[in-house]
């Protein structure tokens, strides 16, 4: 089944999270050894340091946890961000669930059961196929949401917040020696995020307003290891994107 199969594909993200000191060693090659740096724009540092255009679109989500406030990026992944718009301002987020924390890491969001499933007959819609937009210019650093994918090479309503994982003096070493342009390895390193979903997922937004609950809802306890369902239940009460009719009526 279509919900299933996304589901799996991340707990076996989790293992290879947990596995990311092997990886990084050759984390940026491996995903995209065309890349080449000198061209890439890191445009979610400005996000991170609060430097926000007017006018620029943004996502609120409230959360029983607290809120987060992200800088939308259609012009990298517009299929994406289309999807979630649309998803936003028909009120579809509304009262859905936090269904798995990675602690530290991540949390994945946005479905309509506890355990993160969705139903067989949603996962026909086409906001369950939009294919994966990957671009330069996007990474995941703390604090980026991605779209989670409902079937391989495709996302779909639900969606994934990254933390970071922990840049200790190895892993600080490991990343350095990537490539001469290093500007890349030291976002990673003074922001934190988690490299090894580089190319990997489709990101498409950069909180830019509440870390602080991110930093709460990764740091619940969970049911067990295997599935990592919040123990208490924690709901996103609105979402929703600004300008919006919605954000007026707040």
Same mark, same amino acid.
């Given at each position: 089944m279509e919900h299933l199969k996304g589901f799996l594909k991340y707990a076996i993200i989790a293992v290879i999270v947990a596995g990311c000191l092997i990886f990084l060693n050759n984390w940026y090659n491996d995903v995209n050894p065309s890349v080449d740096m000198k061209n890439v724009e890191l445009v979610q540092l400005d996000a991170i340091n609060h430097k926000i255009d007017e006018g620029r679109q943004i996502a609120i989500i409230d959360t029983s946890l607290g809120e987060m406030r992200a800088v939308l990026y259609p012009e990298y992944a517009p299929n994406t961000v289309s999807n979630f718009v649309n998803l936003a301002e028909s009120g579809y987020y509304d009262g859905t669930y936090?269904?798995? @924390?990675?602690?530290?890491?991540?949390?994945?969001?946005?479905?309509?059961?506890?355990?993160? +499933?969705i139903d /067989?007959?949603?996962?026909?819609?086409?906001?369950?196929?939009?294919?994966?937009?990957?671009?330069?210019n996007l990474w995941p650093f703390r604090g980026a949401i991605f779209s989670m994918s409902a079937t391989d090479g495709y996302g779909g309503s639900r969606f994934m917040v990254g933390n970071s994982i922990v840049f200790d003096d190895e892993t600080k070493e490991e990343i350095m020696k990537v490539d001469?342009? &290093?500007?890349?390895?030291?976002?990673?390193?003074?922001?934190?995020?988690?490299?090894?979903? /580089?190319?990997?997922? &489709? @990101?498409?937004?950069?909180?830019?307003?509440?870390?602080? &609950?991110?930093?709460?809802? +990764?740091?619940?306890? @969970? /049911?067990?290891d295997d599935n990592k369902y919040p123990k208490e239940d924690i709901i996103i009460c609105l979402l929703y994107t600004s300008p919006s009719p919605r954000d007026m009526r707040r």
């Open positions: 936090i269904f798995r @924390v990675e602690k530290g890491i991540y949390f994945a969001g946005g479905s309509p059961n506890e355990d993160g +499933t /067989s007959e949603a996962a026909k819609q086409d906001n369950e196929k939009i294919k994966n937009e990957y671009n330069d001469e342009d &290093t500007r890349l390895a030291e976002a990673f390193i003074e922001y934190g995020g988690i490299p090894n979903f /580089s190319h990997q997922l &489709t @990101v498409f937004a950069q909180i830019y307003d509440g870390l602080d &609950t991110l930093d709460k809802i +990764t740091a619940v306890e @969970v /049911s067990d």
